[in-house]
């Protein structure tokens, strides 16, 4: 079964400062990768969606990239604002048709 | 507005009762799903469906049941059979032919037993 791992669990930086989340997974063959950003007591946001054919992906100040072979991807945030705090989770599908497998997620605080 | 709704947002058990969370999605989705999140434990899934009037069990389907009669709507029922159904329980919808597959979340329906 695909595991996924992000770590750290937390993370706490100051306002402007860059960062990366990171998310493991311990089967390289998968369809696709997708990164969510969900605020307390909240549903799921999409964020990026990187294909297995692909190496990164790119939203405004995101960008999310994937290394299949390592079994890693990351998701980079730049210039960080406190309304980026937040959790964020990394998902893997095995397969077109076959559910996501979720890591835990790295809870965000972005301070003023 | 295209989307998914879950309803209600809140809900509360007795022990022993079945309750039913609603989903349903506009976006002319081919699949739905449906995830527990727990605090800790991340999202796991309870059912998914592909096509009308078909579905698969995921990782935790003990104590749960779904149907799929129209396209649009995926019901959940937590059963009195559930050991500890206290927690967020949320629907997500995604296309499957000739597309990405990126899944969307609703908003969430958070159940209390009492």
């Known amino acids: 079964k695909q595991e996924v791992t992000q770590i750290p669990a937390a993370l706490s930086v100051p306002e402007g400062e860059n960062l990366v989340l990171n998310c493991s997974f311990t089967d390289s063959a998968i369809y696709n990768l997708q990164w969510f950003r969900q605020d307390p007591g909240k549903g799921l946001t999409s964020l990026l969606l990187i294909q297995s054919s692909q190496r990164e992906q790119t939203s405004g100040r995101l960008n999310a990239s994937l290394d299949k072979s390592s079994g890693r991807s990351t998701l980079y945030i730049a210039a960080s604002q406190p309304g980026d705090s937040a959790t964020y989770l990394c998902?893997?599908?095995?397969?077109?048709?076959?559910?996501?497998?979720f890591g835990k997620g790295t809870s965000l605080l972005v301070t003023p | 507005d295209g989307g998914i709704t879950q309803s209600p947002k809140y809900l509360f058990r007795k022990e022993g009762q079945n309750v039913t969370l609603s989903c349903e999605q506009n976006l002319n989705h081919d699949a739905m799903y449906w995830y527990r999140q727990d605090p800790g434990q991340g999202l796991r899934l309870i059912y998914y469906?592909?096509?009308?009037?078909?579905?698969q069990k995921g990782d935790i389907a003990e104590g749960y049941s779904v149907s799929r009669e129209k396209k649009e709507s995926f019901p959940l029922t937590v059963t009195s059979a559930q050991k500890n159904p206290t927690a967020f329980y949320l629907c997500?919808?995604?296309?499957?032919?000739?597309?990405?597959?990126?899944?969307?979340f609703g908003e969430g329906s958070r159940l209390t037993v009492l």
């Open positions: 997500a919808s995604s296309i499957e032919q000739g597309s990405t597959g990126e899944l969307f």
């Open positions: 469906s592909q096509i009308v009037n078909d579905f």
């Open positions: 998902a893997v599908r095995v397969n077109s048709g076959y559910a996501l497998n």
